[in-house]
């Protein structure tokens, strides 16, 4: 506590009556080898900027928000409006309390030779332009999906990892098939739903006798295996009030109060459970997907069942990828000691 008083007062920081934080005070130790008595207030200028400046950036935004806000008051606006206009607020400011992570991009990009750097921002400003497209047509998607398959490719990840790079390559083209699909609903198909929630049991299943509780005892590896067999049986009970309201609606019968409640419960318990699931990468992520999976079964009728299914089989093998690269570019300690934990 004496070294932070004297670091703080040191920056200027105490007279001002504000409590420093991690990033200041980790800025003013690395300065202070290279600052003298004499020119101590201006070498820890930029520690009281950096410092204003975090703290006025929520004031900045909280403002914003309030004007918004008052501006659709006074216009007697839907509620909806609310959540178009703020929307934003909170958008920009996750993105500009990000700059320093922007900043280094840039950089990065300005040691890049000319060529490569223009081809890199076209290729940012032909997916932002695909993304924009596809809320008139779709189908761009598909083409979107499709270059994302080349990915393995292009950085020779194929040949060090065939069998995750062929895995990447069928799910993007696997999912490139959805955008070409019909609009859903006009007929309901309830066995691709029940397909879909029973291939995502039987991959939990897999993933459960396969998966390593690194630093773990058995109770507690038993404990995380129970949460993701309990998440597998409410896909299960998913599945049959989805199959009996079918069938009720079918018969003109309405919806049966017990299969309403039901749903209710599973759709609260799909927010809770995570919580409760291990918190390595891989298992947590499992957790989150059978919450989701279980509620969206309920909204499914037809082959869209099978689309989170097909995404989250992507993006396991996406972070595996990743995680191959890191490994082999040996950019960090910091990932292999994740993925020592992880497998």
Same mark, same amino acid.
């Given at each position: 506590?004496?070294?932070?008083?004297?670091?703080?007062?040191?920056?200027?920081?105490?007279?001002?009556?504000?409590?420093?934080?991690?990033?200041?005070?980790?800025?003013?130790?690395?300065?202070?080898?290279?600052?003298?008595?004499?020119?101590?207030?201006?070498?820890?200028?930029?520690?009281?900027?950096?410092?204003?400046?975090?703290?006025?950036?929520?004031?900045?935004?909280?403002?914003?928000?309030?004007?918004?806000?008052?501006?659709?008051?006074?216009?007697?606006?839907?509620?909806?409006? /609310?959540?178009?206009?703020?929307?934003?607020?909170?958008?920009? /400011?996750?993105?500009?309390?990000?700059?320093?992570?922007?900043?280094?991009?840039?950089?990065?990009?300005?040691?890049?030779?000319?060529?490569?750097?223009?081809?890199?921002?076209?290729?940012?400003?032909?997916?932002?332009?695909?993304?924009?497209?596809?809320?008139?047509?779709?189908?761009?998607?598909?083409?979107?999906?499709?270059?994302?398959?080349?990915?393995?490719?292009?950085?020779?990840?194929? /040949?060090?990892?065939?069998?995750?790079?062929?895995?990447?390559?069928?799910?993007?083209?696997?999912?490139?098939?959805?955008?070409?699909?019909?609009?859903?609903?006009?007929?309901?198909?309830?066995?691709?739903?029940?397909?879909?929630?029973?291939?995502?049991?039987?991959?939990?299943?897999?993933?459960?006798?396969?998966?390593?509780?690194?630093?773990?005892?058995?109770?507690?590896?038993?404990?995380?295996?129970?949460?993701?067999?309990?998440?597998?049986?409410?896909?299960?009970?998913?599945? /049959?009030?989805?199959?009996? @309201?079918?069938?009720?609606?079918?018969?003109?019968?309405?919806?049966?109060?017990?299969?309403?409640?039901?749903?209710?419960?599973?759709?609260?318990?799909?927010?809770?459970?995570?919580?409760?699931?291990?918190?390595?990468?891989?298992?947590?992520?499992?957790?989150?997907?059978?919450?989701?999976?279980?509620?969206?079964?309920?909204?499914?009728?037809?082959?869209?069942?099978?689309?989170?299914?097909?995404?989250?089989?992507? @993006?396991?093998?996406?972070?595996?990828?990743?995680?191959?690269?890191?490994?082999?570019?040996?950019?960090?300690?910091?990932?292999?000691?994740?993925?020592?934990?992880?497998?």
């Amino acid at each position: 506590a004496d070294l932070i008083f004297k670091i703080s007062k040191f920056c200027n920081i105490a007279t001002a009556n504000v409590f420093p934080t991690t990033d200041s005070i980790l800025h003013c130790l690395c300065t202070f080898k290279d600052c003298s008595s004499t020119n101590m207030n201006l070498c820890c200028i930029p520690c009281i900027s950096q410092l204003s400046t975090y703290h006025l950036l929520p004031v900045i935004f909280i403002g914003a928000g309030v004007m918004i806000t008052l501006f659709l008051m006074i216009q007697s606006c839907p509620w909806t409006y /609310y959540i178009y206009c703020l929307l934003p607020v909170t958008v920009w /400011y996750a993105v500009i309390k990000e700059f320093r992570v922007i900043k280094n991009i840039i950089n990065l990009f300005s040691t890049f030779p000319p060529t490569k750097s223009i081809g890199y921002l076209l290729f940012f400003i032909l997916g932002i332009e695909t993304m924009v497209m596809s809320f008139f047509c779709r189908e761009v998607l598909s083409l979107g999906l499709v270059a994302f398959a080349g990915w393995p490719l292009q950085s020779k990840l194929f /040949y060090r990892n065939k069998a995750m790079s062929l895995s990447w390559i069928f799910f993007c083209f696997t999912l490139a098939l959805f955008p070409l699909m019909p609009v859903v609903g006009r007929s309901p198909n309830i066995t691709l739903v029940t397909g879909a929630g029973l291939l995502t049991v039987i991959c939990t299943l897999v993933f459960c006798t396969s998966i390593k509780m690194a630093k773990q005892q058995i109770f507690e590896a038993t404990v995380k295996k129970s949460v993701y067999v309990a998440q597998s049986l409410i896909i299960v009970l998913s599945l /049959y009030i989805v199959n009996t @309201t079918h069938s009720s609606l079918a018969f003109k019968h309405g919806v049966p109060l017990i299969n309403q409640i039901i749903s209710w419960t599973i759709l609260a318990s799909s927010l809770l459970i995570p919580l409760i699931s291990s918190t390595f990468l891989f298992q947590r992520l499992l957790s989150i997907y059978l919450s989701l999976m279980s509620a969206y079964l309920l909204f499914s009728t037809g082959y869209e069942a099978l689309f989170p299914l097909l995404l989250s089989c992507l @993006t396991f093998v996406w972070i595996s990828l990743e995680q191959e690269t890191i490994q082999f570019h040996d950019i960090s300690p910091v990932p292999k000691v994740i993925r020592n934990q992880l497998f």
